[in-house]
Structures are given as C-alpha cells and as structure tokens.
C-alpha cells in the first residue's frame, strides 16, 4: 500500500477486557515495529519482527502484551487484562529496501487506545 | 541501553526566524539519526535523518548536524513557516542491528505569524 496503515483508529475498552490492534505495514517491507506512546512522550519501543518471527521482543512490558506476524506481512498486536495503565497510542512501523534505506522506518497514525 | 534526552521541551519562534533544537544521547555505537515531524492525531513523519559517517545534512529549510564527539545532534529549521508547528522528535539507532528507535521526549515547535 502507499503507507502504513492501522485499524481501528480507536478503541475503548474496559478493565480486564481483551483487544487486538492491526497493522498493514508497506508492501514489501520486511521489517515490522510497534511502539507505544503515551501523552507528551516520545514513542517506547515495544517489538520488532524481520519477517514472520519476532527479532526483538525485549520492549513488551509483560506477558499480557503479545503480537504475531504469521505470514510476515500484516500484524497483530494482542493485548489480554486490560489495565488502564495501557491507555496509550500504539503505534506501527515499517522499514525495508523497497522504499530506499531499510533503515528508515515509516509510521502509521496509530490506535488510540482507552482502557476505561 | 541508550537514553536520548532533548531540549528544549517547547519552543516559540517568530515566522521567518530559525528554530533549533537539540539531542544527546548515550550509547556511542548509535549510527543513526533521524529526526520526526508530529502533528496532531498522526502518526510521526520522517523529515530527516543522518548516519555518522557524516557531520551535517541538509534539505532545504531544513539541516541536520552531528557531533560524533561530544554524542550530540542539533535539528535546524530555517525560515519558519506557521505549518512547521508541531511537535518533534530525534532518535537514535544502531543500523543492522535490531533496529529499534529510541526517541527523546519532543519538543512543541509553535511558529508565531
């Protein structure tokens, strides 16, 4: 696709309840990213997957947070016991030489998530 | 891991005048550099970027400097224009490796027409 793109665009939730996040990331890129950014604050690293496996999972900040990538294009970011300490934008991002260097990863708007 | 700071946390210039802002981080195997324009409700635009293997890039208005020594990068906007009101960010990474970003904290550019 022409970008990154990210469904919903929002999501309210109650305590306790189960979501799930979707990324589309940019056709043909390899590398996938989710982040998460809270108000005023830059975005915190969450996961990294290079293909259908996830290269670098050290950001997810406890087993309720978990994400897949089963064909190694779009993404799912699962998030089980919702706290309202999740409320947050989730971001997506994508990197690959098919749009110039594979270094530069290219967002999506996110999800604004609130856990109420 | 690496830490990022950034400075200042908001800034208000005058349309017309220049902008900087300013990054240091931590971790000296940090090689690349780039810099992220945030609007409102979206989701951060690469405006520019910058690997070590040089000192200074720039693209029209705007320029990125890098300070290998010291572990510190200053973005550089010219010529301000009420649209670059937003919010930005500087990051640091390490190219090839795991990739991830690691952000500052922004800072609220407001440009005064």
């Known amino acids: 696709g022409a970008g990154v793109s990210q469904t919903p665009s929002n999501k309210v939730t109650e305590k306790g309840k189960y979501v799930e996040l979707r990324c589309d990331p940019i056709?043909?890129?390899?590398?996938l990213y989710w982040y998460r950014q809270s108000l005023g604050q830059g975005p915190e690293f969450l996961i990294y997957?290079?293909?259908?496996?996830?290269?670098?999972d050290s950001g997810l900040p406890n087993d309720r947070f978990f994400a897949v990538r089963p064909e190694g294009s779009v993404s799912t970011l699962k998030i089980q016991r919702t706290e309202r300490g999740d409320s947050a934008v989730y971001l997506c991002?994508?990197?690959?030489?098919?749009?110039?260097?594979?270094?530069?990863?290219?967002f999506g708007p996110g999800t604004r998530l609130t856990v109420l | 891991g690496e830490n990022v700071e950034q400075h200042p946390s908001t800034l208000s210039v005058q349309e017309g005048d220049s902008a900087v802002i300013k990054c240091t981080y931590s971790d000296s195997a940090s090689n690349y550099f780039p810099w992220y324009k945030q609007e409102l409700g979206k989701g951060p635009q690469l405006i520019i970027d910058?690997?070590?293997?040089?000192g200074e890039k720039k693209d029209q208005r705007i320029a990125v400097t890098l300070n290998k020594t010291a572990k510190h990068f200053s973005l550089h906007i010219t010529e301000t224009q009420p649209e670059d009101s937003a919010v930005y960010f500087c990051a640091a990474s390490i190219i090839g490796s795991a990739r991830q970003l690691t952000f500052g904290s922004g800072t609220q550019l407001t440009v005064l027409p």
């Open positions: 997957f290079q293909g259908t496996g996830a290269a670098d």
């Open positions: 991002a994508s990197s690959g030489s098919a749009s110039g260097s594979p270094d530069t990863q290219y």
């Open positions: 056709s043909g890129h390899t590398a």
């Open positions: 910058i690997r070590s293997n040089v």
